[in-house]
């Protein structure tokens, strides 16, 4: 039954024993020649019975019992029967509830992942599972309320990493709290408006194959560095006009062992960058490092294309001058290898809303196409294979940029279409800016 059919026929109901119960209250008084004394004590029983069952009502909410089905009628049996129902509802609503909730709790216990609910401003943990307390060494309930940063108090990098707050940020590399030769991942979710959900993960195996494999190729990398010198300069002791027939033989071998002897310096580059955490802090003045990569590009292009610099920024950033000038170098050449003759390469800073700084390549070359952009940043990865072993790259100088620009904290942004150019920007967040430096600094 509908709730405006009931209300309709228990308000009738109501009316019609209202009526019959006044006018037989009415008669008793007539008969006995007190009209109003009758009336009186009609109104004063109507009173105190409906005052009754109204205390009645309010005692099973102020319980909070559940009322009984009721089965009179009139007003006051349809405002019990409404509660009643509304009762049963809210109870079947809450097992339904507290059943998701024994659902998600049992799940997030079963990950084989450390997971823990923190305060967006305060960094409190609200709650963790239990693989938490393994990989963090947190105990409950004792480590409810505690910060996370002074869970992770010998590696204050994370403090910092939490105040910035992007949503599915990865702290890459961080020691556990009670074992510092485990080594944990912490990635950060957007859980709710006033909480963080952070993932913690053991990646101590990775780590370690990570290391194996840098230490091999830096270990690689340096042995062929001197058989590389040795081959080179016996090269460079044959001319090739004193023997015609070796020359075009002599010329390649002395294009290839330059093209390795560039390749194991990018290894080690990389290498080195890799095992660095973090870079000096240094004023890093940009108006003569772009008329540096103005020189190099000139040099590279040989006249072939146009050179524009526009230093658009009018400030300076903080940061390791030589991995910059690598990274920004490394941007340059390619935007020039890769921009047929009569082109133009051009090198602007800007000023992002939010106070950064972004540095930019852009050129007219061939473009990219889109499936191949996600994949630049890898190591030796090739749109495509022929062109860049013609331009004498190595496949690392992306690697290397993206790996200087994350110890800056910055990020790398490549937008390119094919046949209409491609432009590589570098954005640093406000805290890596500074005022512009005097030259004589």
């Known amino acids: 039954m509908r709730l405006s059919l009931l209300l309709q026929l228990a308000w009738r109901q109501s009316a019609i024993r209202l009526t019959v119960y006044f006018a037989a209250a009415l008669a008793v008084g007539l008969a006995l020649g007190k009209p109003w004394w009758a009336l009186g004590i009609a109104v004063a029983v109507l009173a105190a019975r409906g005052y009754w069952r109204l205390y009645r009502v309010l005692r099973f909410l102020d319980w909070r019992r559940q009322l009984r089905t009721v089965d009179g009628q009139g007003l006051w049996a349809a405002l019990e029967t409404l509660i009643h129902r509304r009762q049963t509802e809210n109870r079947q609503r809450s097992r339904r509830l507290v059943g998701l909730l024994r659902a998600y709790r049992q799940a997030a216990t079963a990950m084989p992942d450390g997971a823990l609910v923190v305060g967006r401003r305060s960094g409190d943990l609200v709650w ?25 108090a010998d590696s204050p990098r994370v403090a910092t990493w939490l105040a910035a707050g992007r949503p599915d940020d990865v702290f890459a590399d961080v020691p556990a709290p009670d074992d510092p030769g485990r080594r944990l991942s912490l990635r950060l ?5 006033t909480q963080w959900l952070v ?17 091999f190729v830096a270990n690689v990398s340096h042995e062929l560095r001197t058989p590389l010198t040795v081959v080179h300069g016996y090269l460079d002791l044959i001319e090739p006009e004193a023997h015609p027939e070796l020359a075009p033989m002599v010329l390649e071998m002395r294009r290839q ?10 290894l ?26 103005r020189g190099e590009a000139e040099a590279l292009s040989r006249g072939r294309h146009t050179i524009v610099i526009d230093d658009g920024a009018g400030a300076d950033l903080l940061g390791s001058a030589k991995d910059l000038h690598s990274a920004f170098s490394n941007l340059v050449a390619n935007a020039v290898r890769y921009t047929p003759t009569g082109g133009t390469v051009t090198i602007h800073t800007t000023r992002d809303d939010d106070g950064g700084l972004q540095l930019a390549v852009a050129d ?6 889109a499936e191949h952009l996600p994949r630049l940043t890898e190591r030796f990865y090739r749109v495509s294979t022929s062109r860049s072993r ?8 992306l690697a290397i940029v993206k790996h200087v620009l994350g110890l800056h904290g910055a990020r790398l942004e490549i937008a390119s279409e094919a046949g209409r150019g491609s432009v590589f920007s570098c954005h640093f967040g406000r805290g890596r800016v500074v005022g512009r430096v005097a030259s004589g600094e």
């Open 128 to 152: 963790f599972n239990k693989a938490a307390r393994g990989l963090v060494g947190l105990r409950y309930p004792q480590s409810l309320g505690k910060r996370l940063a002074d869970v992770f």
């Open 189 to 193: 979710i957007d859980y709710s408006p």
């Open 199 to 215: 993932v913690v993960r053991d990646v101590t195996r990775l780590t370690r194959l990570e290391q194996v494999r840098r230490d």
């Open 257 to 266: 062992s330059e093209r390795m002897a560039r390749l194991v310096e990018d």
């Open 268 to 293: 080690l580059t990389l290498s080195r960058l890799e095992a660095q955490d973090e870079l000096p802090e240094e004023p890093v003045p940009l108006a003569p490092l772009l008329d540096s990569l």
């Open 364 to 369: 007219t070359g061939p473009g990219i196409p």
């Open 390 to 397: 013609e331009s004498g790259g190595t496949g690392l100088g």
